[in-house]
């Protein structure tokens, strides 16, 4: 059993920066590709950014590629996403997610845990 924990999320000017954290309980977080996914209401998870769990292989999706880092560091269980030139449609809340051991993935349905989310308005 994995449980998630996000921080860093809040209010901040287009142009602006913020760092999610996620931090993870749990003996297999070394094992697992993390995810990062937004949602805003009423719409789809969406993908953003994944880490496998050596770190190795990244993925990011189109919109934010340049402007996202994804890193991690399995000796605090934490997953970092370093979100720079942050533009007002980054506004949503922003969940990280962790797939089963030495799987990976950039579907929603491939990961088996989340976090409770932690919303990202980015004002013009």
């Known amino acids: 059993q994995v449980q998630l924990v996000e921080s860093g999320g809040g209010l901040v000017q287009a142009g602006g920066s913020l760092r999610l954290s996620c931090t993870a309980s749990?003996?297999?977080?070394?094992?697992?590709?993390m995810g990062w996914f937004r949602q805003a209401p009423g719409k789809e998870r969406d993908v953003v950014a994944a880490?496998?769990?050596?770190?190795?292989?990244?993925y990011y999706a189109d919109s934010v590629k340049g402007r996202f880092t994804v890193s991690r560091d399995n000796a605090k269980n934490t997953v970092y996403l370093q979100m720079n030139s942050l533009k007002p449609e980054d506004t949503d809340v922003y969940y990280c997610?962790?797939?089963?051991?030495?799987?990976?993935?950039?579907?929603?349905?491939?990961?088996?845990?989340w976090g409770q989310g932690t919303q990202v308005t980015v004002s013009s």
């Open positions: 880490i496998s769990w050596c770190g190795f292989r990244t």
């Open positions: 997610a962790a797939t089963l051991p030495r799987a990976w993935g950039i579907d929603s349905g491939v990961y088996a845990y």
């Open positions: 749990g003996r297999t977080f070394s094992s697992c590709t």
